[in-house]
Nanobody, 121 residues
Framework: QVQLVESGGGLVQPGGSLRLSCAAS????????MAWYRQAPGKQREFVAR???????VYADTVKGRFTISRDNAKNTVYLDMISLKPEDTAVYYC???????????????WGQGTQVTVSS
């Protein structure tokens, strides 16, 4: 079994900051990509940022310059540092990982349960 567990969400005022964490645990051989997505009420889930084990970091235009994704490979953990938060950043934030459970299985897609971020005064 593989689990992705997010933490760090909460209520913050506009202009504030938050740090989200997502730890992957269980039977994991390697993680290729870790990413963050978000889903606002009444909207489709949208891409926020992703980080490859060896490769580029990619951000959605809406968060570029305000959000920073980073990764601790030793802990199988990905972080999302968010600054200058806006009310439109309010959403459930989901962690996503493409990983192998062992050397013989293909890369598979896993999701966390989500953590709520609310930006409001």
């Amino acid at each position: 079994q593989v689990q992705l567990v997010e933490s760090g969400g909460g209520l913050v005022q506009p202009g504030g900051s938050l740090r989200l964490s997502c730890a992957a645990s269980g039977s994991i051989f390697s993680i290729n990509v870790m990413a963050w997505y978000r889903q606002a009420p009444g909207k489709q889930r949208e891409f926020v940022a992703r980080i490859h084990t060896r490769g580029p970091i990619v951000y959605a235009d809406t968060v570029k310059g305000r959000f920073t994704i980073s990764r601790d490979n030793a802990k199988n953990t990905v972080y999302l540092d968010m600054i200058s938060l806006k009310p439109e950043d309010t959403a459930v934030y989901y962690c996503n990982a493409y990983l192998r459970r062992n050397a013989y299985t293909p890369v598979s897609d896993y999701w966390g349960q989500g953590t709520q971020v609310t930006v409001s005064s």
